[in-house]
Every structure is written in structure tokens, then in C-alpha cells.
């Protein structure tokens, strides 16, 4: 692969709904470019960039592939990104490293979920882009029909520079409405466009959309619009100039038109790409620096793969300078002196090799120190931090368990090494319940990380549902003795105390208080009745969960000279803690989580009637433009399945997030079912053990 400088490059993310055809038209342009000798297919499993195990074997991509494209002279990075709702967050995370993003819309489905959603990352990041009508060769497709739902979606800022010659079975070309030139292909695929006269029946068509197309190019240029109502049309580098500018102010959003499967337009696709899109070096500046040759190298590690022969192989986009191989540079978290030995860009899995990559271009390097995703790395003397992008956290939790004691000793690191490349993951034990939990996206998501430690590290692992970390504590208050009383041959045992226990506010854990006088304890023995209160509180009285939120305040007892000992204190304390329970009121607590649902306003009476199903108390509502956020205080043994619950019920349009609040009494029916399972696991255990 050639050296470029950033004037000549672009970097653009293929972005869109699940199955719209995004990995196809990768394939369609790289075949059309002569990167590759053949057309691959996403349902033969030979693409490109979709060549993870998984993503072969489901046909979806899981997870961002890179392919760098020389087109007329220049160089084109395409980041093919997921569609799927569950690995999103991996597409909006690798945005950040595009200057423009392609919006492939499916021509039978329209305007889905995900496109929405893609749309607001690129809102976010401030990027131009553009909408592809994709699969306009299959039954039921419509150019028109779809365009509609973009307008109707995102306004009529979207502007079609291209019509589809022919429809469904009989696509074969495009109509270029800057040039008014037409382009049809071969049924072979090549990808190559042979120049004709357009079709006498769309002239008309053809000639009122190039009117409108004129128009929108020239409104936001005072030396256009003058030009344009001068002479009633555009020369064409006129036409050219104004879709730049438009696109670079998000005032315009032209509309393309293709099909992958069949190879039809891509080319002009390109030729769109490297005339319309700007280069990375057009951004101006971020964070004070600016995109050129000129400044000193700062790179941005954007995503992280980790390869179980070639290590980690992190991928980056130079933010200023020129990088050369064998370059020296500082992780601006860590302080560490990192070495990018070989460095080189991606196609695909491959990394091939350059000795040197400009400003605004994407490049990998293997074998990194302590770098990682979201971290910057700037030549000493020069420090720079670019900001990682914030993701939202995981929404689904599974407790997971090594099937043998030498996948317990692997699953960990094997863990952090796949949470290395895939920011959506969490892992970690949960101190109320000490099962190891591992936390993403959705069931299918976390599946998938299952079967790549399977696959990759030989670790076996399995999922389950998590405990509710419930927890008991009481609403009465008792006044008890507890007495230890045990003779044997030699010294004996005896310890005696009396205790008050009061229930304390939610949250405050628990309290102990001394308040013997006269010695009736020797005071070294206090340490033990406070300790023997504590373990045998760990084990609870109703359901074997660990008691909270209460106090003990030892004031009075007994104590022989000879027999008495600190274990004799510490069992005459659990005898006391076991007789004040029973006589205290004791409950059952369970854990409440603030939850923040966001769905498309029409969906809002469904998610509040399923959130009153559930026990929650709706805390408040939100609008915000056309989605509205419903905030809510839901128990947690409710939430297990909600967001399969909540994809079904809004069609996939819903997203939410909860976190922990505090804990809160368990109504009577539900803690009796608690109660009488707790008690038939014990039982269980007991017959185990005989």
C-alpha cells in the first residue's frame, strides 16, 4: 500500500440497519477497485472485513471491519460497521474515527431502528453524510417509496444525486444528476459502469430531480443562488462545489442508489466519495491542533482486536503529524513509552505494512504496552488527550461459572483480553451474591462472548440467571439473654449476655454499642460478642440472606473466672442474635433499580403500563423531541427479562439503562415465595451432604 497525505484521503463508516447490505457493497467496491480478484459474498462467509468466526457463521457484523481502498489515485478507509441493535455501541464508537458517514438504507424495508440511531452518532460527532438506497434489485424494492420515509424521518434536507435505472429484477444502472450521464452494468459484477444516453422515458424524471438538485446546491451560497437565478442552472463544478458545502454544513444530504449483491453503481459510489466527502485535514482543528503534517504526531486508539497468535492489535486514527514506523510515543493516561513498531494499515484481518501514514489517516500496529481503546498517545514534550466516547452501560447481567477448576484458573484473563476489544462488556463479582457477573448488550451478545472463549482461549463457560442479592433486617426492637453454658472433663464453657436490638435507618448497616457497667463482662470479651453478632448475621433468619440495618447494644451478663472464654462469648451472642430475630419482626429487603427507559413517543403508555406490571413506581416523564424518557423505580428481580421484553414491545426502538438505588421491603406474597425457596435449597443441600 502507497503512502498518502491526508489531502488525499477519506475516511468513511458504512452505517445502517441489520441486513441492509452494508458488508456487500464493501465487497462490491473493493471487487470494483481491483482489491480483490472476486466479488465475495456475505452468505458464502468470504468477505472482507466480515471474518470472525462468529460473524461467519451468523452472517452479521459483530464487529467494525477496516479496508483501505486506492481509487483514482487516492485513498479511500472503509469502516464497515455493525447494524445489529446489541453491537451498535461498536459502531458508534468507531465513528469517531470517520470523516463522513454512508447511510445504507435497505429499498424493500425503508427506514428502520438503527438507521435512526446511526443518525444521531453522526449527529453527535458532527459529521456529514449521506443516504445509499440499497437492494434496489429485489422484489418489493422502491427508490421512491424509501425516499419518502427519509423525508418524512429526517426532513427533505435529503436530496437524491443519482435515480435508479430500472426497478427490482430489472435494476441495471444510475442516472447521475450532476453530470446527466447514465451508467449501466454487466450481470457479471465487475462493478465498472459503461456511460450511455439515460433512457428516454425518465428524461423528463431525470431533468426535473437535476432542478431540484441545482437548487439545493446553490441555496446556501449567496455567489450560487445569484448564478443560479442569473441563468436557471449550475455548470457542474458549480453543482460540485455547492454539495460540498452543503453536506459540510448539514444543510444537505444527498441520496445515492445501488445494490451490493449485484455489484450496480459502486463505482460511482467511489467517484462520489472522494468528489463530495471531505478529507480529514478539511476538519480544521480538535482540541486546539490541527489535522496537518505540520503539527507533531498525536495518534487516537479507536478500537482494540485481540488476536490470539498476533496479541492486541490496536487500531488508530493520526490525529496530527506524520507517524513513521518505529516511532517513540507517550500514552497520555499512563505515562508509558510506547514503541509502534511496524506500523500499517488494515484490510480486513491483515495489516499491511508502510513506513509512514500522514495526518487524518487510519492505521494498526500489534503488540502494544499498556495502550489501550479511547487513550491517546503524543510525541514527548507535545501532550495532547483526544476524549474517548462515551458508551451507554451494559443492560443485561448473567452470572457466569468455569464448568472445570482449570477453565476457573483461565476465564478471567481470557475475559479482560475480549473486554480489551469490546467496550460494551463488563466483568466483575458482585459483593452481595459473590457470583462473577458478565454484563452486555443483550442475551445474544453475551452468547457470543461465550462462544469466543470457547473458540479462541479453550475456556468452557456457564450462564445463568444472577441471584437477587436480597437481604433481611427487622421492624420490631427485643431485649434477650443469651446463655452459653457447656461442662466437659477439663475447663468448661460458659459466657452469658444480654442484648437489645433496635432496627436502624435503610442503608445504615449495622451498629454496636457497649453499655456494661460494673464488669459484669470483662471488656476483652466485648470484641467477641460483637463478632459472634456479625457471623451469625451473615447467615440471616428468614431466607438465609445477610441481615442489615439493625443495632445491638450488649448491657448486662455474667462471666466465670475459669470456664469462660472469647468462643464462649461469641456462641452465647449468636444464641442472643438468634432469639432477638425471632422476636424482632424480621423482613425481607430487595434491591430497587433506577431505571430510565428511552422509546419513540407512541410506545410511552406501553413501557409505563409494563412498568406498573412489574411493581415499579414511575418517578417521572421527559420529552425529548419525538422519544420520550420514562423514569422509574422497578424491583430488581423484575428486571431479569426486560430487555427482551422492551425490544419486543417497541419493535427494537427502546433503549435503557438501570442502576442500583436502594433496597426496600419485599410485599408479603413475594416474600413468601422467597422464603419457601430458600428453605427448599437448604433442604436440598442437606440431603446432598447425608
Known amino acids: 500500500m502507497k503512502v498518502y497525505e491526508g489531502k488525499d484521503i477519506r475516511n468513511v463508516g458504512l452505517v445502517g440497519h441489520l441486513h441492509c447490505g452494508k458488508t456487500s457493497l464493501t465487497a462490491g467496491m473493493l471487487f470494483a477497485s481491483g482489491s480483490t480478484n472476486r466479488l465475495t459474498r456475505v452468505d458464502e462467509g468470504n468477505t472482507i472485513t466480515d471474518y470472525d468466526e462468529e460473524e461467519t457463521a451468523r452472517k452479521i457484523t459483530i464487529s467494525t471491519g477496516l479496508a483501505a481502498i486506492e481509487w483514482q489515485k487516492q485513498k479511500i478507509n472503509l469502516l464497515d460497521t455493525p447494524g445489529f441493535n446489541i453491537f451498535i455501541n461498536e459502531t458508534k464508537a468507531s465513528l469517531v474515527a470517520a470523516d463522513a458517514a454512508l447511510i445504507v438504507v435497505d429499498g424493500v424495508a425503508g427506514v428502520e431502528v438503527q438507521t435512526e440511531k446511526v443518525w444521531s452518532f453522526a449527529e453527535e460527532f458532527g459529521i456529514p453524510r449521506a443516504f445509499l438506497i440499497n437492494k434496489l434489485d429485489r422484489e418489493r424494492s422502491s427508490f421512491e417509496r424509501t425516499l419518502e420515509r427519509i423525508h418524512a424521518t429526517f426532513g427533505r434536507s435529503a436530496v437524491p444525486i443519482q435515480l435508479p435505472i430500472g426497478s427490482e429484477r ?29 433512457p ?43 454539495i460540498q458545502e452543503g453536506i ?38 480538535v482540541k486546539g491542533r490541527k489535522i496537518t503534517d505540520l503539527e507533531h504526531p498525536a495518534v487516537f486508539i479507536y478500537k482494540t482486536m485481540a488476536d490470539p497468535f498476533a496479541g492486541r492489535v490496536s487500531y ?52 502494544l504496552k499498556e495502550s489501550v ?31 472445570t477448576r482449570q477453565d476457573e484458573d483461565r476465564v478471567g484473563a481470557a475475559i479482560y483480553k475480549i473486554m480489551e476489544e469490546d467496550l460494551s462488556l463488563r466483568f466483575g463479582r458482585d459483593q452481595r451474591t459473590q457470583e462473577f457477573l458478565l454484563s452486555g448488550c443483550g442475551q445474544q451478545h453475551v452468547e457470543i462472548i461465550v462462544s469466543r472463549l470457547k473458540k479462541r482461549y479453550q475456556v468452557d463457560v456457564a450462564l445463568h440467571s444472577p441471584k437477587i442479592p436480597y437481604r433481611e433486617t427487622i421492624r420490631g426492637s427485643a431485649d434477650v439473654q443469651g446463655r452459653h453454658k457447656k461442662q ?34 470483662p471488656r476483652n470479651f466485648i470484641p467477641a460478642i460483637e463478632k459472634g453478632i456479625i457471623e451469625a448475621s451473615q447467615n440471616g433468619y428468614l431466607a438465609g440472606c445477610p441481615m442489615v440495618d439493625f443495632k445491638v447494644v450488649v448491657y448486662d451478663g455474667s462471666y466465670h473466672d475459669v470456664d469462660s472464654s472469647e468462643m464462649s462469648f461469641k456462641m452465647a451472642a449468636r444464641k442472643a442474635y438468634r432469639a432477638a430475630i425471632a422476636a424482632a419482626k424480621p423482613v425481607l429487603l430487595e434491591p430497587i433499580m433506577k431505571v430510565e427507559v428511552q422509546a419513540p413517543v407512541e410506545y410511552a403508555g406501553d413501557v409505563m403500563g409494563d412498568m406498573n406490571g412489574r411493581r415499579g413506581r414511575v418517578a417521572g416523564m421527559d420529552t425529548k423531541g419525538v422519544t420520550q424518557v420514562v423514569k422509574a423505580m422497578v424491583p430488581m428481580a423484575e428486571m431479569l427479562t426486560y430487555q427482551n421484553d422492551l425490544t419486543s414491545m417497541t419493535q427494537g426502538r427502546a433503549t435503557f439503562s438501570m442502576e442500583f438505588d436502594h433496597y426496600d421491603y419485599v410485599p408479603g406474597l413475594q416474600a413468601e415465595k422467597i422464603i419457601a425457596a430458600a428453605k427448599a435449597a437448604r433442604a436440598g443441600e442437606v440431603e446432598e451432604e447425608e
Open 170 to 198: 430489472d435494476f441495471k444502472g444510475v442516472i447521475d444528476l450532476v453530470t446527466m450521464k447514465a451508467y449501466t452494468y454487466s450481470p457479471d459484477g465487475n462493478g465498472k459502469g459503461v456511460e450511455c444516453e439515460i
Open 200 to 242: 428516454s422515458d425518465m428524461n423528463e424524471a431525470a431533468q426535473a430531480a437535476h432542478e431540484v438538485l441545482v437548487e439545493a446546491a446553490a441555496e446556501g451560497d449567496d455567489e450560487l443562488l445569484e448564478e443560479f437565478f442569473a441563468e436557471g442552472t449550475l455548470p457542474i463544478d458549480h453543482i460540485t462545489r455547492g
Open 248 to 285: 459540510r454544513e448539514k444543510r444537505l444530504v444527498p441520496v445515492l442508489c445501488a445494490s451490493g449483491l449485484h455489484n450496480i453503481g459502486t463505482d460511482r459510489i467511489l467517484d462520489f466519495i472522494l468528489e463530495i466527502f471531505p478529507s480529514p485535514l478539511e476538519k480544521g482543528e
Open 316 to 367: 488508530f486514527k493520526v490525529m496530527s503529524g506524520v507517524l513513521k514506523t518505529d516511532a517513540h510515543l507517550i500514552n497520555a493516561a499512563t505515562g508509558a513509552d510506547e514503541r509502534l513498531a511496524h506500523i500499517g494499515v488494515m484490510f480486513g484481518k491483515t495489516i499491511q505494512p508502510v513506513t509512514e501514514l500522514h495526518a487524518g489517516d487510519l492505521g494498526a500496529v500489534a503488540k
Open 373 to 403: 481503546t479511547g487513550q491517546t498517545l503524543y510525541e514527548k514534550s507535545h501532550a495532547i488527550t483526544y476524549e474517548p466516547v462515551v458508551l451507554p452501560e451494559p443492560s443485561i447481567a448473567f452470572a457466569i461459572q468455569a464448568k
Open 488 to 521: 466437659t472433663g477439663g475447663h468448661g464453657q460458659f459466657g452469658d449476655c444480654w442484648i437489645k436490638m433496635t432496627p436502624l435507618e435503610r442503608g445504615k448497616g449495622f451498629e454496636f454499642a457497649n453499655e456494661t457497667f460494673g464488669g459484669s463482662i
